[in-house]
């Protein structure tokens, strides 16, 4: 993802390339191409310089691809018998306004060429801006680790770092680890270290946005938020900051998510929310690169987002000043409201190709968990303030959602949504204390239904004989009266006796054929058993109706008091309390 080796042999290293005679090799992969499109859009900056230091004989070259993948040409220079000779070769950033790059390709004769320092440098239109990071901790002690460990051992991304902010809201603690000294000892005062109580991934990262923007510097900050638990190519850090401060306005310019069971894979290249179907932008387009291998695949369009996701997110601190903080909804779709929030006051995002972290590949994450109250609750939250929620439209929306979930006999989750549409109902009373105790609640509401615990393998207690692994049909062609067609059979208890289904296979249209389903979980670590029940069935059926009914009734309500608290939910002062801070800055 470095370099690759196109013909013959080359070794190489983090900052040394050796290629032996007679080969070829490019930089155009995903870490090694310059991404020259977005440079363009954002920048005013007119062309790029290549430098490096070289020894041997044989061929630099830079070259450009178009939005259509075509190469050209841009730059070469041919070392003969260097020793250690700088080389500098220019391109214009010029003719990629809707996409392409540009690259390094190496190529020997008779001789060996080493390579070496090589560095993509362009003037700074003024004086650089501090970076600063923040990150956000919970119960990721080594992951975290991991992470400072890379910047520390990083000099240039530590040098382009004026601070480092890690809010630890966990009980197993980042300071607890026999490495958290030597990562203090290399960073020295660059690293500030907070204990809080757990305040959700929102609650974390707006205290390290807290505490670099109200600082001494604050004004003239780049906050560069970032998971705990991503494995960071360090030079991610140096890519956002250079683009930032030549931006000719302030942009916020995220980095993209690899996969980190699957290293080549991306995850996510650019998002683009769907408020009105309550989707948070996973879902790739003809255009995306999402899903597949950078090995195999280059970015050559230029793609623009709504938002990105805080795994890597670069947010100058005049958009904070103009903005506010984020919302205080403790987790998920914080960093989507806060994207668009910006959008709508004029600055734009831009998730920069060859920016890239390696996440968790939550494709392996199953949907039925105690985080859906928070999709549920916090999508319908940010549509209403965002002018997406539609009382009709949405409800509909949900309730069909909620009948899917039903006939899956995925019990806990249609409490769990009830639960979520509930609460937001209730208006903005319900985040009155960050979030802090609606996690345990959520927990214990969904633990009274058995489908919700992942079971060993060995542990499933279902007779063999009810669990034959059947394939699904494919997706119905009018899935709305098979739904009704499945629920009036559960009701009548017409189902087929048991089947066991892959995690890939559990479409609600063939779990509700059966009354037993023993169900693979998304993470392949387990199982979970769902059994029809009737009464309960009944039960959440009739309690989601009501819920619904009420959201159709009384949506527009509480679009209006959540719109109407927004100012005060999003101000320092709110978060001061909620961080138990004075006023004079007391910690």
């Known amino acids: ?99 392409g790059a540009l690259w390094l390709d190496v190529q020997t004769d008779d001789e060996t060429l080493v390579v070496e320092q090589v560095r993509w440098t362009v003037a700074a239109p003024r004086a650089l801006r501090p970076v600063s990071i923040a990150i956000c901790t919970h119960n990721r002690a080594d992951y975290c680790l991991d992470t400072l460990t890379e910047l520390a051992e990083d ?92 931006a000719t306005q302030p942009i916020l310019v995220g980095g993209q998510s690899l996969q980190e069971l699957h290293p080549d894979r991306l995850w996510v290249d650019a998002e683009v929310a769907d408020l009105p179907k309550l989707k948070p932008g996973l879902t790739p387009t003809e255009e995306s690169m999402s899903g597949r291998s950078m090995l195999e695949h280059s970015q050559e369009l230029r793609r623009d987002a709504t938002h990105n996701a805080w795994w890597c997110c670069l947010i100058p601190a005049e958009v ?82 909620f009948s899917e979930t039903l006939a899956a006999m995925q019990y806990g989750l249609a409490a769990t949504m009830i639960k979520a549409i509930q609460d937001f109902l ?15 609640q959520v927990r214990k509401l969904r633990a009274e239904y058995a ?18 692994i059947v394939v699904p049909a494919p997706k119905p062609s009018k899935p709305t009266l098979v739904l009704l067609k499945r629920l009036v059979d559960q009701l009548r208890n017409g189902q087929e006796q048991g089947a066991a289904i892959r995690s890939h296979d559990q479409y609600w249209w063939h779990v509700a054929r059966f009354r037993t389903a023993v169900v693979t979980d998304s993470a392949q670590t387990g199982m979970r058993v769902r059994r029809f029940d009737r009464e309960l069935m009944v039960r959440l059926g009739r309690e989601g109706a009501k819920t619904l009914w009420r959201l159709r009734r009384e949506g527009d309500a509480a679009v209006r008091r959540w719109n109407d608290a927004q100012p005060r939910l999003v101000s320092k002062e709110n978060w001061e309390r909620l961080f138990e801070l004075d006023k004079n800055n007391n910690r």
């Not at 903005?428 to 996690?439: H, K, R, T």
């Open 1 to 99: 993802m470095y370099a690759q080796v196109k013909q013959g042999s080359a070794s190489q290293e983090r900052d040394r390339l050796s290629v032996e005679p007679h080969a070829f090799v490019t930089t155009n992969t995903y870490f090694g191409r310059f991404p020259a499109s977005y440079w363009q859009r954002c920048t005013e900056v007119a062309e790029v310089v290549v430098e490096a230091v070289v020894t041997g004989s044989g061929r630099l070259l830079i070259t450009a691809s178009d939005i259509w993948g075509d190469v050209r040409g841009i730059d070469a220079h041919t070392a003969t018998g260097a020793k250690a000779e700088m080389v500098r070769l220019t391109a214009p950033i010029d003719r990629f306004v809707d996409g």
């Open 451 to 468: 489908e919700t615990e992942t079971l060993k393998p060995s542990s499933v207690k279902v007779p063999a004989g009810e669990m034959p």
């Open 320 to 401: 904070v000043a103009k903005i506010g903080y984020p919302l205080p909804v403790f987790f998920q779709w914080d960093d989507i409201e806060y994207g668009l929030r910006a959008r709508a006051a004029g600055f734009v995002t831009f998730t920069l190709p060859g920016a890239g972290v390696w996440h968790q590949d939550l494709h392996w994450k199953d949907w039925d968990d105690w985080s859906r109250y928070f999709h549920f609750r916090n999508s319908l939250v940010v549509a209403a303030l965002h002018g997406a929620f539609s009382s009709s439209r949405t409800t509909a929306l949900l309730a069909k959602e």
């Open 155 to 246: 000099p240039d991304a530590l040098g382009a770092v004026a601070a480092v902010h890690v809010t630890d809201q966990g009980n197993d603690a980042v300071e607890s680890r026999d490495r958290f000294a030597v990562v203090k000892q290399a960073m020295g005062d660059k690293l500030h270290y907070i204990r809080q109580p757990n305040l959700g991934g929102a609650g974390g990262f707006t205290r390290g946005m807290y505490e670099i923007v109200e600082g001494e510097r604050g004004a003239e900050s780049y906050v560069l938020l970032m998971d705990d638990d991503v494995k960071l190519e360090s030079d991610t850090v140096v890519r956002l900051m250079a683009i930032a401060n030549c």
């Open 426 to 440: 209730r208006g903005p009373e319900v985040l009155s204390d960050g979030g802090a105790e609606i996690v345990p």
